[in-house]
Nanobody, 120 residues
């Protein structure tokens, strides 16, 4: 059974840090591009950070550049999101995504998400 399970969310004060983890099961992430998305109440889901399967090239939303870092450990089948200097506007449900485009179609998996709340 394919699963992505996020953890590490919680309540943190502005300026604080959190590290999110996303553990995959039922498939190997090594051949997948991995991403973190977030969705705040009343807002559309947005891409926060992404890392390619080969080479580990990363991309970030402008709003998190310099504060967030995405990384992957293929041996542990896990992707991480280190979040520093958190702001109240970072409050959202953060979800992990695995994407692989094949000739015959696309494999696209989502986790359930973990809540991040930044508040004093």
């Amino acid at each position: 059974q394919v699963q992505l399970v996020e953890s590490g969310g919680g309540l943190v004060q502005p300026g604080g840090s959190l590290r999110l983890s996303c553990v995959a099961s039922g498939f190997r992430i090594g051949n997948y591009g991995m991403s973190w998305y977030r969705q705040a109440p009343g807002k559309e889901r947005e891409l926060v950070a992404a890392i390619t399967s080969i080479g580990g090239t990363t991309n970030y939303a402008d709003s998190v550049k310099g504060r967030f870092t995405i990384s992957r450990d293929n041996a542990k089948n896990t992707v991480y999101l280190q979040m520093n200097s958190l702001k109240p506007e970072d409050t959202a449900v953060y979800c992990c995504n695995a994407l692989r485009r094949e000739i015959v179609g696309t494999r696209n998996y989502w986790g359930q998400g973990t809540q991040v709340t930044v508040s004093s």
